[in-house]
């Protein structure tokens, strides 16, 4: 095993961003970063565990860590200037800029950032990612917050967009019961894996999504050690939800949507008081394969 005293420090000998250490959120909030397939959900579960947390009495705040910018708008009702918008305006002078810049009130007192990025095509989006927790440092924001989400675009888990495991206390992966999306949550375990040898981030565990069934994540999860921590079916009061630009919690009451209030509630306590860290092993590419699918 390779001792801790001769593993190079983060972002040096690979094509890793190099965060800034001195960055860092206060000790004691609970910090989460939400991963998994692009178009899997994160943002519907991101926003919605958020309004979990503050109907817990949680002092929350939700970051974007997307170019899109389209993480918070279900907590906000609108779509909110990015961090890199606001920074341009003031020709990147970070210290011109107030709280009210940039942080926005949501459903139940959520304060929401969108990070945002550079035109498609132009730069690094995870760049913008590192840039905007040490903004809020700057600004005090990060000292009366109880519960930090992140919430990251796909699966992707390299530079910029990896500063969210650098602060994160657990990874909550959000997959459907399908190949793809179990097959870029192996990725992203993988990432948790490496990332946790100099980090305090640990798995927490699984959100399914979006699926009735969760056999196939339930061969993946005893194969690896995962474990299943909440499951979303695949309800359209949840997709009625986004159209309305609205988090479930604001919806008619229900039979549906009750359940599912119930859930993100029940999966918020669970991380606020028992969740289990998980040391999962990842699998190759062909041991994947052969595993999911029907006999």
Do not use: W
């Not at 309004?51 to 708008?73: E, M, N, Y």
């Not at 279900?74 to 810049?101: A, G, N, Q, W, Y």
């Not at 440092?137 to 530079?159: P, R």
């Not at 009750?258 to 190759?284: C, F, G, T």
């Amino acid at each position: 095993m390779t001792s801790t005293l001769n593993r190079p420090a983060d972002g040096q000998g690979s094509v890793q961003v190099q965060q800034d250490p001195s960055v860092k959120i206060r000790e004691g909030a609970l910090v989460i970063a939400v991963y998994g397939k692009g178009g899997i959900g994160k943002s519907t579960t991101s926003s919605n565990l958020s309004a979990a947390f503050s109907k817990l009495g949680k002092k929350v705040l939700q970051i974007g860590c997307d170019p899109k910018h389209d993480s918070t708008f279900t907590l906000t009702h609108k779509m909110v200037p990015t961090v890199i918008d606001i920074l341009e305006e003031v020709d990147f002078h970070s210290e011109e800029l107030r709280p009210e810049d940039f942080m926005f009130k949501g459903f139940n007192g959520v304060m929401c950032v969108e990070s945002g990025g550079p035109p498609a095509g132009t730069g690094c989006g995870g760049y913008v990612t590192g840039q905007t927790v040490k903004l809020l440092k700057e600004h005090h924001l990060l000292e009366d917050t109880d519960v930090v989400i992140f919430d990251v675009l796909g699966d992707v888990v390299c530079g910029g967009f990896a500063a969210p495991l650098q602060h994160a206390n657990y990874c909550l992966i959000v997959t459907a019961n399908d190949f793809d999306s179990i097959f870029a949550m192996n990725r992203i375990v993988a990432a948790i894996q490496a990332k946790a040898k100099n980090y305090k981030v640990r798995l927490g565990g699984v959100v399914a999504n979006r699926s009735k069934d969760t056999d196939q994540i339930d061969k993946f999860n005893n194969r690896t050690g995962l474990k299943t921590m909440a499951h979303f079916q695949d309800v359209d009061a949840i997709r009625r939800s986004r159209l309305k630009k609205c988090t479930i919690f604001e919806m008619e009451p229900t039979e549906d949507v009750i359940a599912v209030q119930n859930e993100y509630l029940s999966l918020a306590k669970k991380l606020s008081e028992s969740v289990e860290p998980l040391d999962a092993e990842p699998l190759k590419d062909r041991e994947i394969f052969d595993l999911l699918g029907f006999d």
